[in-house]
């Protein structure tokens, strides 16, 4: 890392959520980066929402280490006022929510007509930004406002009863927040009521489910059931429920399937079963699936193949480092199993280069199986360049912890990690920097 920052790799890091768009704002202010600035605050840039969720917190933290969150504010809100999708709507909402909570009243007239527009269309999370902003005050506006469209029949699910009431009980206390209901409005309480109906139908849900596992054991999918889905379902066949509880029998039968499948899908899923399952037996076939036309057969067997230390799985994961394609596709994951003192060259070599983000993040996912399976510090560059790389923070986070317990961890990284978007990956940066 080199500071100051260019402003494409200003806006690499407000894409990946990297410290060191904080440090460039605090050292050399925010001028001339607005064009990026409002590429990655008017939409979400997360890689992964259904892991790193939204960076609102992060974003305004680079905003007022530039000390220029006035420049902004009338496009996230002019932009929250128009917005459609979901997920961006959650991040304007936060991010207008820190101006409302600053005294600024057009940025609270933007949310609630924001939560208005948003009624009946799921996970948008608003309802939250204004609960933070005024309390009790919203809860009762927020109530009222679902409260209306369950008494004409809404859809409990639709209307966000369940979220609603959890961060109302986060944000508020689940005694004040009831009580304030219940002394309310008839739409209020409906809502509230609603909201305890489903409290409640959740716990008994859980207990029976929990009785239930306890008396049947969990759900397995057997092997004519998996085998009939393959013939019948295609596509929504389950190869991750099957593998899990699969007997030493069943495995066989679902190898021997592979062995002689032809069909493209089916052989995909077949595979699939033996990217968390070994394989019974190590058999030559397997080394022909990855040069097949269709590209998830090819990334499936990569890690079917990764289950075996071979020397003819050795040569082909020497032979693999060298093309980029295999590389982009998963294939470094066979050197989990069949690394050897010497290959960090090579590795390095391999996963250097630029990366589209789909690509950096197999590349990333690959290297990690071989972090766990060694603790050889000549690997530390490899994994610096796949942290560089990876637009995944949760990955990011990971290679960073592998460094640390290398000892391997640049100064550069420590210091830029206390300002990642990540809360573990800061949590662990300032432990490290004790």
């Known amino acids: 890392m080199r500071l100051p920052l260019s402003r494409k790799e200003f806006r690499d890091a407000l894409e990946k959520g990297l410290g060191r768009a904080v440090l460039h704002a605090r050292r050399y202010g925010l001028e001339g980066m607005d064009g ?93 930004e204004l609960m933070r902003l005024d309390g009790i005050r919203a809860l009762k506006k927020v109530a009222d406002r679902i409260g209306k469209e369950l008494a004409k029949g809404g859809d409990d699910w639709k209307f966000r009863v369940r979220s609603i009431w959890w961060n109302a009980k986060n944000i508020l206390g689940a005694g004040v927040s009831a009580r304030a209901l219940a002394g309310g409005g008839s739409r209020g309480r409906l809502f509230l009521k609603r909201a305890l109906a489903i409290e409640a139908s959740d716990r008994i849900e859980s207990r029976e489910r929990k009785a239930r596992l306890k008396a049947e054991g969990p759900k397995r999918k057997t092997w004519a059931e998996f085998r009939t889905d393959l013939e019948t379902k295609g596509l929504s066949a389950s190869p991750y429920l099957f593998a899990r509880y699969a007997t030493a029998g069943e495995l066989r039968d679902a190898f021997k399937a592979l062995a002689s499948e032809k069909r493209i899908v089916q052989m995909g899923k077949l595979l699939q079963v033996f990217n968390t399952r070994r394989p019974p037996s190590w058999k030559p076939f397997l080394l022909t699936f990855v040069r097949s036309s269709d590209e998830f057969v090819q990334n499936r067997a990569w890690d079917a193949l990764a289950h075996f230390r071979r020397p003819e799985v050795r040569r082909l994961a020497l032979a693999a480092a060298r093309r980029r394609h295999d590389v982009g596709n998963g294939s470094l994951a066979l050197f989990a199993k069949n690394y050897r003192i010497g290959d960090a060259g090579l590795l390095l070599e391999a996963v250097s280069g630029s990366w589209d983000s789909d690509a950096a993040h197999c590349v990333g996912m690959s290297v990690l199986d071989v972090a766990k399976a060694h603790a050889d510090r000549s690997l530390g560059a490899v994994y610096a360049a796949c942290y560089e790389s990876n637009p995944c923070a949760l990955c990011r986070r990971d290679f960073f912890k592998k460094l640390l317990s290398l000892k391997s961890a640049p100064a550069w990284m420590i210091q830029e990690c206390r300002d990642d978007t990540d809360s573990d990956t800061r949590s662990l940066a300032k432990g490290a920097a004790r």
């Open 36 to 128: 990026e600035l409002r590429w990655a605050l008017l939409q979400s840039r997360v890689y992964d929402p259904q892991c790193e969720w939204h960076r609102p917190d992060w974003l305004w933290k680079v905003l007022r280490a530039g000390r220029c969150e006035g420049r902004h504010r009338a496009a996230i809100l002019s932009a929250l006022s128009k917005v459609t999708e979901y997920r961006d709507a959650k991040q304007l909402s936060a991010l207008a929510c820190r101006y409302a909570l600053a005294g600024d009243a057009a940025a609270k007239r933007h949310l609630y007509a924001a939560f208005e527009r948003f009624v009946g269309i799921d996970n948008h999370g608003i309802e939250r």
